[in-house]
């Protein structure tokens, strides 16, 4: 249910910007997490739709920006300043109305039952 775009490679210092959309449903919550071989799924960014709000991962604070489209029904990452360690495989997640999820677990991937099938990003240095 969600499609997830826009990965790819870059040199450092350079940007990207994710898109992830839903199509039909509405948001009520969506994230973006990162992972590489070997490691767990890592928290980066997530927004609320009802108000806006958002959260980062203090790696990319300052450097990444979470924002939403209603009317497309879809959630970005626009990644600036980016680092070789920001390489992973970059995943959206979602909740969808009227389904909520508390403050304290915007950041746990456990908390989204919906997924993208990830997409690619390296930073060469």
């Known amino acids: 249910q969600l499609q997830a775009s826009g990965g790819g490679l870059v040199q450092a210092g350079g940007s990207l910007r994710l898109s992830c959309s839903a199509s039909?449903?509405?948001?009520?919550?969506g994230a973006w997490f990162r992972q590489t071989p070997g490691k767990e799924r890592e928290f980066v960014a997530a927004i609320r739709w009802n108000g806006g709000s958002t959260l980062y991962a203090d790696s990319v604070k300052s450097r990444f920006t979470i924002a939403k489209d209603n009317a497309k029904k879809s959630v970005y990452l626009q990644m600036n300043s980016l680092k070789p360690e920001d390489t992973a495989v970059y995943y959206c997640?979602?909740?969808?109305?009227?389904?909520?999820?508390?403050?304290?677990?915007?950041?746990?991937?456990?908390?989204?039952?919906?997924w993208g099938q990830g997409t690619l990003v390296t930073v060469s240095s």
């Open positions: 997640a979602a909740e969808f109305v009227p389904v909520r999820i508390i403050t304290s677990r915007l950041h746990d991937p456990s908390a989204y039952h919906y």
């Open positions: 039909r449903r509405t948001f009520s919550s």
